[in-house]
């Protein structure tokens, strides 16, 4: 028998997971859910750049998640729940390679919107993480 979490628990697991790829001592997350039950979790830090402030180095990332991503993911059994967190995990950290500065580049525009849909879900639960 498999229980289901509430939306909070959820949320704290996948956030748990995603700082492992956000190990700057600034990084913090915040999530928000609009009146559609799509949910934002925002992950905030500041990046090493050194000559730049650090109001001009703050950089952000927002996964976005479809309301079916979250419900889908709370009726699974825990070792399947394991393999959607490294799924999205990986996600975020693919979206960080190709779309923020590296090296040097301009840190001005290193804010990164990613859409979660449930082909995420759906890979994990096939094994392909």
Same mark, same amino acid.
């Given at each position: 028998?498999?229980?289901?979490? $509430?939306a909070?628990?959820s949320?704290?697991?996948?956030e748990? +997971?995603l700082?492992k790829?956000? @190990?700057?001592?600034? +990084?913090s997350m915040?999530?928000?859910t609009?009146?559609?039950?799509?949910?934002?979790?925002q992950?905030?830090w500041?990046a090493s750049?050194g000559s730049?402030?650090i109001?001009?180095?703050r #950089?952000a990332?927002?996964?976005?998640?479809q @309301?079916?991503?979250?419900d889908?993911?709370?009726?699974?059994p825990? +070792?399947?729940r394991?393999?959607?967190?490294?799924a999205?995990?990986?996600?975020? &950290? $693919?979206?960080?390679r190709?779309y923020?500065p590296?090296?040097?580049?301009?840190?001005?525009? #290193?804010n990164?919107?990613v859409?979660?849909?449930?082909?995420?879900i $759906?890979? +994990? &639960?096939?094994?392909?993480?």
């Amino acid at each position: 028998m498999t229980v289901s979490l $509430d939306a909070r628990q959820s949320l704290m697991e996948i956030e748990h +997971a995603l700082f492992k790829s956000f @190990p700057f001592p600034s +990084a913090s997350m915040t999530h928000v859910t609009n009146s559609e039950g799509v949910v934002t979790i925002q992950i905030s830090w500041v990046a090493s750049a050194g000559s730049m402030s650090i109001l001009d180095s703050r #950089c952000a990332m927002s996964l976005v998640m479809q @309301p079916n991503v979250l419900d889908r993911y709370r009726a699974m059994p825990g +070792a399947a729940r394991l393999r959607v967190r490294e799924a999205l995990r990986l996600h975020a &950290e $693919d979206a960080l390679r190709r779309y923020l500065p590296t090296g040097g580049g301009d840190l001005a525009e #290193c804010n990164v919107m990613v859409g979660v849909d449930e082909s995420i879900i $759906d890979e +994990a &639960e096939r094994g392909r993480v």
